[in-house]
Each structure stands twice: as C-alpha cells, then as structure tokens.
C-alpha cells in the first residue's frame, strides 16, 4: 500500500528582512519631507499629508521583524497563515526552485486583488509539493511580477 501525502505543513518569515542603517531612515525621511513640502508650496497641502503619512508608514513598517507564518499544501486546498485558498479558486501552480532567494510556490488563483500567491518551500518537500499539487492543479510556468521583484530589490 502506497502512503498519500494528506498535508505538508511548514513555517516560513512572511518577507525577506533587510537590516537598513540609519542613511536609509534619513534618506527616506528626507525624500518624503521635501515631497510633501513641494506639494504643500505647490497648494496641494492634503497630497503633502498624505506624503507625510506615506513616509512615516514606509518607516515603521521597515523596521517591523516579519512575523512567522504557518504554510500548508492539503488535500483542501493552499493555507497561508489563517486563509485557506481551496483548490476551486486556483487555476494553476509553478514551483520556482532557481530562485536567488530560495525554491519559491508560485500559484495562479481567480481573486483580482490577489492573483498570484508566492509562498516560499523549504527545499526539503519540493517533489512532495509537486506531487500533491500535480494531481490537483496543472503545472504552467508562471514567473514572480517584476512589481514584486523590484519590491525585493528594495527590501520590502
């Protein structure tokens, strides 16, 4: 008799952290004040706040450590953290193994705000993956958006 996986389970950082330095903070700082007072001597003082409140945003979320997530592939469905994404709202899955931060799950779903989930995979249960969602789902190469890429570049 031959085991089916029922469910790979794992934990991962929700992001890849960057240490920044403070040049970073100043810089940033810097760049969003004189926007925001360009805007305000320009007579658009409520873009100047929303600057203002998009750099102070931009700040604290760069300092906070990303929390842990649980990821699990199952028989149901994709979990990530607390949402499950049942195999009925997914079209199609890639798994990203030459990826320079690590093997990455790439999957298509049919959500217009979301529709590609990138989920990073321990190398480890790369085949396991595979064979589980293979049988689900069918396999087409998909890539990481170059929005999501360039985010990465700068740490976020």
């Known amino acids: 008799m031959v085991d089916v996986v029922q469910s790979i389970t794992w934990e991962a950082p929700e992001h890849a952290h960057v240490e920044r330095g ?7 700082g810097i760049i969003g004040v004189a926007s925001a007072a360009a ?15 998009g750099t102070v945003t931009v700040i604290l979320f760069a300092q906070r450590e990303p929390k842990i997530l649980p990821f699990a592939v199952t028989t149901r469905g994709i979990r ?5 994404f049942p195999y009925s709202t997914l079209e199609s ?10 093997p990455q799950l790439i999957v298509r779903s049919n959500r217009i705000l979301l529709p590609l989930l990138i ?9 396991e ?11 087409e190469h998909l890539e990481e958006p170059l929005s999501h890429k360039l985010l990465e570049l700068f740490g976020f």
Do not use: K
Request: net charge negative.
């Open 129 to 139: 993956i595979d064979d589980l969602l293979g049988s689900r789902l069918p396999e």
């Open 22 to 28: 403070a040049n970073w903070f100043w810089i940033v």
């Open 39 to 53: 805007a305000i001597i320009l007579g658009d003082t409520l873009f100047g706040v929303v600057i203002l409140l």
């Open 80 to 84: 990530m953290g607390s949402e499950l």
């Open 93 to 102: 899955f890639h798994i990203d193994d030459e990826n320079p931060g690590g």
């Open 119 to 127: 989920l990073p995979i321990p190398e480890e249960y790369l085949d």
